[in-house]
């Protein structure tokens, strides 16, 4: 599922552990970038916020002439009226191939009905698509511009070299049991930027394929493309844990669907912004976001566990703290459990103890002890000075230092982060660089910021303003 993070940082862990293992492949894959560029031109939204610019400006610069081609009228259409957008794109991708003939072709090797993101495409939809692509993909030139990337590709790729040597890839098949022949492997897509996708998909012979496509790569105060360690390795915990999560729900779900639509309906409008719009597709995000929760506690011990669980909960996710108390008990009792299978009776147990009613009377008490804030500049704001510019956000309380700014919901341009500082503990200021004439848009994210005392900020606020000429 996706996940949008641009500028994170809490201080989650500081010391990150090499592990003695075969690392991951990690590769671009010019077949997921072919449909991450047709959706860019379609104006999709998820396609459009590739954070390395001059990356973004070469692509549009080169293929702009082709906005209007058939199979980008198509992604248009496709989206408007089957909903093919975020992973079910990329998952398109993973299932092509470029044969020696140079045409763009479905891979048979997959299985049919294999990928729950792919199989968003209807079979005509899959067909139809292919002969406008490969045109595409021969006019505009795209293998052309795709290898004359290599160089960055290469950059990138070393970038998340270190975070690829940091993942236990080992824990998985230990902590949830033997999961048959599987094959990880790991695709980078600055198209895809800032999304992460847990794409996964079962080959004929039986083999599952675990492929998370990982776009949120960035650019450092030098130019530099990186990785940011506090915010990608637990991406890619949780995108590998889909593959084990997911199925166990959908094998145990008659314990726990009558408790958990319960909960999903309290948490619905909230969870379907978002894109989470069953309670079954609720239930799959809890589960890998407390697996990822006990992963980083378990191999980082001065995790604050507890932060980690409100991040979750503030998404909707108020089964988080249930779940992870739950795998708790799994962790400690494995002479009992040999596999994770064995213990989702137990999980499917504590999902129907919760009792709603008391967390929302806990939650109502916890609320009147955020802390409120003020920003400088106002949503809405115009004629903004360009060049260097401060934003600065006071506390009511004490808080710890950290930062936490998302992407405005309106699609405006993130500004440009130089850099950031406490200068009490009740003041932060975020320096950025604002370009004339441009409208710029970011969110405070009030609920991930905390006070001293271990209390949020409440509310987010979204600000969205033009700088002037």
């Given amino acids: 599922m996706k996940r949008r993070l641009v500028i994170f940082i809490c201080g989650i862990f500081s010391i990150l552990t090499t592990f003695s293992q075969t690392p991951v492949s990690v590769q671009f894959d010019e077949c997921v970038d072919l449909m991450s560029a047709v959706w860019r031109l379609s104006g999709s939204g998820e396609y459009n916020m590739c954070k390395i610019p001059q990356y973004a400006h070469d692509f549009d610069s080169v293929f702009v002439q082709f906005k209007e081609h058939k199979v980008v009228q198509m992604a248009r259409q496709y989206k408007q009226e089957s909903g093919i957008s975020y992973d079910a794109v990329a998952s398109y991708g993973l299932h092509l191939d470029v044969n020696a003939d140079g045409k763009v072709v479905l891979d048979d090797n997959f299985k049919e009905g294999g990928d729950v993101s792919f199989d968003r495409w209807s079979d005509q939809q899959k067909k139809d698509f292919l002969e406008p692509l490969n045109d595409f993909y021969h006019s505009a030139k795209f293998h052309d511009w795709y290898m004359s990337q290599k160089d960055l590709y290469a950059q990138v790729e070393d970038a998340f070299d270190a975070i690829n040597q940091n993942v236990d890839y080992n824990w998985f098949g230990v902590y949830f049991g033997p999961q048959g022949n599987s094959q990880f492997r790991i695709v980078l897509s600055l198209l895809v930027g800032p999304q992460n996708y847990g794409c996964s998909a079962q080959m004929k012979d039986g083999s599952i394929v675990l492929s998370p496509v990982i776009g949120c790569c960035q650019l450092d105060g030098n130019g530099k493309v990186f990785f940011d360690a506090k915010m990608v390795l637990p991406i890619v915990i949780h995108e590998f844990c889909h593959h084990y999560c997911n199925p ?129 500049i106002k949503n809405g704001a115009t004629n903004v000075p360009s060049g260097n510019f401060t934003v600065v956000i006071k506390f009511s309380k004490p808080m710890r230092e950290g930062i936490a700014l998302y992407l405005s919901s309106t699609g405006a341009d993130f500004p440009t982060f130089k850099g950031y500082k406490w200068t009490d503990d009740k003041t932060l200021t975020v320096d950025f660089f604002l370009e004339p004439a441009h409208k710029y848009g970011f969110t405070v994210f009030g609920e991930s910021f905390y006070t001293k005392d271990g209390h949020t900020a409440g509310e987010n606020q979204e600000i969205n303003f033009t700088t002037a000429d």
């Fill in 248 to 376: 166990l729900n959908s094998q145990f779900w008659s314990l726990m669907e009558q408790s958990s639509e319960k909960v999903f309906k309290e948490k619905r409008d909230q969870l379907k912004k978002s894109a989470y719009g069953s309670a079954l597709t609720m239930m799959n995000e809890t589960f890998v976001r407390s697996s990822v929760i006990r992963y980083m506690k378990t191999h980082y011990p001065q995790v604050v566990e507890s932060d980690l669980v409100k991040e979750e909960e503030k998404q909707g996710f108020i089964l988080t703290q249930t779940l992870c108390d739950a795998l708790k008990q799994y962790e400690q009792n494995r002479s009992d459990y040999a596999t994770m299978s064995d213990f989702m009776p137990a999980l499917a147990k504590a999902v129907k103890d919760f009792d709603l009613k008391r967390y929302k009377k806990v939650q109502e008490k916890l609320a009147k002890l955020n802390a409120t804030y003020k920003v400088n």
